[in-house]
T-cell receptor
Framework: QKEVEQNSGPLSVPEGAIASLNCTYS??????FFWYRQYSGKSPELIMS????GDKEDGRFTAQLNKASQYVSLLIRDSQPSDSATYLC???????????FGQGTTLQVKP | DGGITQSPKYLFRKEGQNVTLSCEQN?????MYWYRQDPGQGLRLIYY???????QKGDIAEGYSVSREKKESFPLTVTSAQKNPTAFYLC?????????????FGQGTRLTVV
């Protein structure tokens, strides 16, 4: 079992729709969860961090965390063509010091 | 400006040669990481360091070596023992606290071995 798993996609949504990206993790000792956006040929850019169960909203982005189910998700409202990128889920553990990434989900927003 | 600088951006080397990738940060971050990314893949952890003069192997450390003699610097050497070194290499850093804080990336080094 991979430590952090994502559906590689591609996930295709029409412009203006809600995109839903999902991630599961295996280490129950994980404490911190991040979503990064990566455009082709570029380095990852942090867009959301979440540490507690529940929802965290920042503009058009909402991160959701359920530690009991070992599940974290990212919702993108009013999706724009500029949101087309690969979204990477990352899980951090202060016990091990590791920051582990999933394989990423490719999002395509069609005009 | 504060940030993470990786150099060079592109690097070409002949098979069998060792090569060192540079990573410098002026964010006063404690932790630093090296990842490898292959086309269409996620990031795989090579080495990480939480404090000066200490580092740990990640998931794919074979064929790589690192040092952490200064807080600001975490160079990665790709040795001739690495069987398929052509990849995009990413360095990141984060502040080390009780909670795991956000990591920020440099612009990456694209290594091609011919």
């Amino acid at each position: 079992q991979k430590e952090v798993e994502q559906n590689s996609g591609p996930l295709s949504v029409p412009e203006g729709a809600i995109a839903s990206l999902n991630c599961t993790y295996s280490d129950r000792g994980s404490q911190s969860f991040f979503w990064y956006r990566q455009y082709s040929g570029k380095s990852p850019e942090l867009i959301m961090s979440i540490y507690s169960n529940g929802d965290k909203e920042d503009g058009r982005f909402t991160a959701q965390l359920n530690k009991a189910s070992q599940y974290v998700s990212l919702l993108i409202r009013d999706s724009q063509p500029s949101d087309s990128a690969t979204y990477l889920c990352a899980v951090g553990s202060s016990n091990t010091g590791k920051l582990i990434f999933g394989q990423g989900t490719t999002l395509q927003v069609k005009p | 400006d504060g940030g993470i600088t990786q150099s060079p951006k592109y690097l070409f080397r002949k098979e069998g040669q060792n090569v060192t990738l540079s990573c410098e940060q002026n964010l006063n971050h404690d932790a630093m990481y090296w990842y490898r990314q292959d086309p269409g893949q996620g990031l795989r952890l090579i080495y990480y360091s939480q404090i000066v003069n200490d580092f740990q192997k990640g998931d794919i450390a074979e064929g790589y070596s690192v040092s952490r003699e200064k807080k600001e610097s975490f160079p990665l050497t790709v040795t001739s023992a690495q069987k398929n070194p052509t990849a995009f290499y990413l360095c990141a850093s984060s502040k080390r606290t009780v909670e795991y804080t956000e990591a920020f990336f440099g612009q990456g080094t694209r290594l091609t071995v011919v």
